[in-house]
């Protein structure tokens, strides 16, 4: 891999316990690393089964400079190919979703199978061999009804390990009986690693998102006991554990999963408890959807997060999920994709608002945009350098960091342990 010895210094002296040198969420060639490695190498959240509930429905990902479509064949099975014709190059699939019978490429017409097959062109000779130029397929997988799509030829292998874990956590909320309620798309001027820095953190929720902090307790997202709310942190720990005991005796596995920087496919899941009703994440902290998910019949059941590296969060309720995906633009914008799930014969103005559903994460989300972007303008202040990340709050934050340079490290031949800075306090 040809790199910059500028780019080779900067991954090598690296700080852990640091936020980055401003290259890293400015540079176009760091940017076009970040690519290739991450977004390239790595098994990225995209959507969810009730994107595609039909045969020949499909929808469109941006990831860079790159389009995949993903999409439901005639068997029900999920396929994914890139959006490019074999022809000439021309983009197949437009908009963020649609249903086909077969794609057909708008230019000269060539026709292909949901499986990638080339199956009708015309004008191309008698002695012109159809097998040889089918879609260029990407690979697929599932967790629970979560699509995940690898670029690489060769994706990790721990997948199949992360979706056995997982399944147990997630099927009881029965995602492929669900449809989307809701759904938008989000511009942040800001890098995607700055997004995923400010996810990975609640150390500034009390103080920016009075709507999520209704339900919310902040200190289950990486907290560890400090001098200001040792003792906060312990009654939520302590609360934690009893509903854990309660959920699990109802068959819903509840206990923390961490695996962030241990794993090429990495990821975190517990399931918290929720404040006030203790119902959902809600303005008033009560189920949004009156009809409850799966064969659920309880609605306190807290909130099950699930978070995987580099581009996804998770919250499951007894009444609905939301799911994020982060999908980079260019070196300072990013795309956040959420998703509001509800059971699929719940009636809009009858079983949910679709304002009320979403009000909680719509006015989050329009908050972390804010952030991500003022950070991102600070970055190129001439007074900017890397700050000390919170060993009390943002442990997580360097657990990221530390998955994302150990990533870089092996496919740039720079390979070296560190040891996290948060060692002796987690």
């Known amino acids: 891999m040809q790199l910059s010895n500028e780019l080779r210094s900067l991954i090598a002296r690296r ?13 176009k060639e760091i940017f076009d ?31 860079g400079k790159t389009s995949v479509v993903v999409a439901r064949d005639d068997d029900m099975s999920i396929t994914a190919f890139h959006n490019v014709c074999r022809h ?22 060539w026709t292909y199978d949901l499986r990638g097959n080339l199956i009708h062109t015309e004008h191309m000779g008698d002695d012109f061999d159809r097998s040889k130029f089918g879609l260029k397929m990407v690979h697929v997988g599932n967790v629970a009804g979560l699509i995940f ?29 669900c449809k989307v309620a809701y759904e938008e798309d989000l511009i942040e001027n800001g890098n995607w690693k700055f997004t995923m820095e400010n996810n990975r953190e609640c150390y500034h929720c009390k103080g920016n998102h009075p709507e999520l902090t209704i339900s919310l307790y902040e200190f289950g997202f990486g907290y560890q006991p400090s001098p200001e709310n040792a003792d906060d942190v312990r009654a939520f720990k302590d609360l934690t554990t009893r509903e854990h005991a ?11 999963l961490e695996f962030l920087d241990s794993r090429v496919t990495a990821f975190r899941t ?7 009703a203790g119902e959902s994440q809600t303005l008033d902290s009560k189920v949004a959807c009156k009809k409850l998910l799966g064969d659920l019949s309880l609605r306190n059941l807290g ?33 956040l994709r959420t998703k509001w799930l509800v059971h699929k014969d719940a009636v809009e103005g009858q ?37 000390p990340y919170s060993p009390y709050t943002e442990e997580l934050v360097e657990k990221f960091m530390s998955w994302y340079f150990q990533r870089l490290r092996t496919a740039t031949g720079h390979e070296s342990a560190t040891v996290s800075p948060f060692a002796a306090s987690a």
């Not at 700080?15 to 540079?27: D, I, M, T, V």
């Not at 995209?46 to 509930?53: H, K, M, Y």
């Not at 309660?246 to 923390?256: A, T, Y």
């Not at 009320?356 to 001439?382: C, F, K």
Request: hydrophobic share 35%; aromatic share 10%.
């Open 15 to 27: 700080r852990p316990g640091y936020s980055l040198e401003a290259s890293f969420y400015q540079s």
């Open 33 to 63: 690393l970040d690519m290739e490695v991450i977004f390239g190498g790595t098994w990225i959240y995209v959507g969810c089964e009730p994107d595609i509930p039909e045969p020949g429905d499909y929808f469109t990902v941006p990831i």
């Open 88 to 109: 000439r190059g021309a983009r197949l699939c437009d908009g963020d979703k649609g249903s086909v019978g077969n794609v057909v490429c708008p230019y000269h017409q």
């Open 149 to 177: 799509v690898c670029l690489a030829d060769n994706p990790p292998v721990d997948f199949e390990q992360m979706r056995r874990e997982m399944e147990p956590y997630i099927l009881p909320h029965r995602i492929s009986d």
């Open 246 to 256: 309660r959920w699990e005796s109802c068959g819903l596995p509840s206990v923390e």
């Open 270 to 276: 517990e399931r918290l408890p929720l404040d006030k």
């Open 303 to 335: 909130g099950l997060s699930f978070w995987t590296q580099p581009n996804s969060w998770h919250h499951f309720m007894s009444d609905h999920i939301v799911t994020f995906s982060v999908l980079p633009i260019d070196a300072e914008r990013t795309l």
């Open 351 to 387: 079983d949910y608002d679709p304002k009320a559903l979403s009000a909680v994460w719509h006015a989050t989300n329009m908050q972390d945009g804010a952030l991500v972007e003022r950070t991102q303008i600070g970055s190129h202040s001439a007074a900017y350098v890397p700050g």
